[in-house]
């Protein structure tokens, strides 16, 4: 079993910064992508960030140059830095990872994180 523990979210003024974080535990082999995915009331889920075990990143082009996706290999572990934050990057915020389970070493599956709320007031 493999689960996705997410912190880190909240309610911050337009112009701020959250950190969220993500952890990953439990029958791991290895992970390959980890990202950050958002949905906002009313809307589908969408794209924020991702990153390869090697550290290449890729954005969504509206929060590109404001936030930052890290990732800690040996601590199994996502962040995502999110400055000048926006009423708009107001949704819940989802953490997600590819995972190698030690179970089944061929094949990687998609798991999710519980979700945070991140609130932007203006």
């Known amino acids: 079993q493999v689960q996705l523990v997410e912190s880190g979210g909240g309610l911050v003024q337009a112009g701020g910064s959250l950190r969220l974080s993500c952890a990953a535990s439990?029958?791991?082999?290895?992970?390959?992508?980890m990202g950050w995915y958002r949905q906002a009331p009313g809307k589908q889920r969408e794209l924020v960030a991702t990153i390869t075990p090697g550290s290449r990143t890729n954005y969504a082009d509206s929060v590109k140059g404001r936030f930052t996706i890290s990732r800690d290999n040996a601590k199994k572990t996502v962040f995502l830095q999110m400055n000048s934050l926006k009423p708009e990057d107001t949704a819940v915020y989802y953490c997600n990872a590819n995972v190698v389970p030690t179970t089944s070493i061929f094949t990687g599956n998609d798991y999710w994180g519980q979700g945070t709320q991140v609130t932007v007031s203006s």
């Open positions: 439990g029958s791991i082999f290895s992970i390959n992508v």
